[in-house]
């Protein structure tokens, strides 16, 4: 069946004319969402608790380092078992995490052990999650729409630290941290049932399962990877972005808010709405163009206008400055995992989507060590000069990347990673559909 366009679906919201994709995306939303709102509460309950800024970035870690631990054997299962029984399953865990925080702290009896063992197993959960959420866009939409639905699932992100942070500021206002966490639980019920709205028309596991086992599975994709350079090379400039550059949101947020700008708790919640302002701008701008140049330079660029910002936001002390800072840093974040997204789904074969993405696990893995050196900075020096010396890390390593590859990220053209063009597509298999999208449902 053609697909039924709707206003505005041939340019940037395009890839929501797509049944499958619209309830992913809609999930997507709700998710982080949840991520956003849960981020502002547990930073608040964490201080509550303890007044510590290294509880609050171990706190941080806990809750990121199952993404370590466990984001490629993440990935490996995302290829080989059915994508949409993992999101349902691993949806579940938050939700029962959530309730279990929230009726704890509802209750008075909240303890810092439960803050600690609630984020270790819903990191878990978040580990496998986004492997398999990643690995299923380019399942539901054709392969000219991919970046666009890359953005739009950045741009439902990017939203959320507006909504989610700032609706989590506001429940703070009426609610206590406890409250938060049982309104979290009930989006999470509503993602669940976009989950199990998804219908695909083939097997919705790209390929037969095979005899061969997880870690061979495992083991194949670190020779596919390493078969790809442009893969290796995009992963590893990651690094600079998720060990020193997320802190600024996880870590100096809070602190900026509560204690160098004085606005109480509510205060994490706007300033990290500030955040998401600039993110969905950025996510908008990437989804309504049709074609990047150079998103391998742009992805280098983006980090020294980002380290700039946090460089800028250390050294003045004004509320509605700071918010546009942090709105310019959010812009060049999220457009930076757009253009990466794009970058290695559209240069992957769709059998290795889930391994590739899972790639990333290992960079968003050592946040936690950036959020813990970030901790360790701000009790050492303090709040405004850790985020400089960030900020200026930031900036030195970024142009030693361009001085030393740029002409490697000049060769990845906008052919691949801004059209969805890169790899070739596999032949089907016995039990794949013979479309260009593998188990895409029809559209509505």
């Known amino acids: 069946m053609a697909p039924r366009f709707v206003p505005g679906a041939d340019t940037t919201f395009r890839a929501l004319r797509h049944r499958n994709y619209r309830l992913l995306w809609l999930g997507q939303t709700g998710h982080s969402a949840t991520l956003w709102m849960d981020q502002v509460a547990r930073a608040v309950l964490i201080l509550q608790l303890t007044d510590s800024a290294v509880m609050l970035s171990l706190v941080i870690a806990t809750r990121l380092a199952p993404i370590l631990f466990f984001g490629l054997i993440a990935g490996a299962v995302a290829d080989r078992y059915d994508k949409k029984r993992i999101l349902t399953l691993t949806q579940c865990v938050s939700t029962a995490c959530h309730l279990f925080i929230g009726s704890m702290a509802v209750t008075g009896l909240v ?26 866009i380019p399942r539901t939409v054709p392969p000219e729409d991919l970046l666009n639905a890359v953005a739009l699932n950045s741009t439902a992100l990017s939203f959320m630290r507006i909504g989610g942070g700032s609706l989590a500021g506001a429940l703070l206002i009426v609610l206590d941290v406890g409250g938060v966490y049982l309104v979290t639980a009930g989006i999470y019920v509503l993602v669940i049932i976009t989950t199990l709205l998804m219908r695909f028309e083939g097997p919705e596991r790209t390929r037969p399962r095979r005899d061969t086992g997880l870690f061979a599975d495992l083991a194949e994709g670190f020779r596919y990877i390493a078969s790809q350079p442009v893969l290796g090379i995009v992963t590893a400039l990651s690094l600079i972005l998720f060990i020193l550059g997320f802190p600024y949101q996880q870590v100096f947020v809070p602190l900026l808010a509560t204690r160098t700008l004085d606005l109480g708790d509510s205060g994490v919640g706007f300033l990290a709405g500030a955040t998401g302002v600039g993110a969905f701008a950025g996510s908008l701008f990437v989804a ?85 050196f970030a901790g360790f900075l701000v009790q050492a020096i303090g709040v405004r000069p850790g985020l400089f010396a960030l900020g200026a890390l930031i900036i030195l390593l970024s142009s030693t990347v361009l001085l030393l590859f740029g002409r490697r990220l000049a060769a990845i053209t906008s052919a691949g990673a801004a059209r969805g063009h890169g790899a070739p597509p596999l032949e089907p298999g016995p039990s794949a559909s013979p479309s260009p999208v593998a188990g895409r449902a029809p559209n509505l």
């Open 111 to 136: 303890e810092v052990w439960h803050v600690f063992v609630t984020a270790a197993v819903a990191g878990t959960a978040m580990a496998f999650n986004q492997p398999v959420r990643q690995s299923l």
């Open 288 to 372: 309504s163009r049709s074609n990047i140049a150079r998103p391998g330079l742009q992805l280098m660029i983006n980090m020294l206008i980002f380290g700039g910002a946090l460089v800028a936001i250390s050294l003045q002390s004004t509320v509605w400055l700071t918010a546009l800072l942090l709105a310019v840093a959010g812009s060049m974040t999220v457009t930076y995992m757009a253009f990466t997204n794009g970058i290695l789904l559209s240069n992957s074969d769709p059998e290795m989507h889930g391994r590739v993405m899972s790639l990333l696990s290992l960079d968003r893995g050592l946040i936690p060590l950036g959020a813990i």
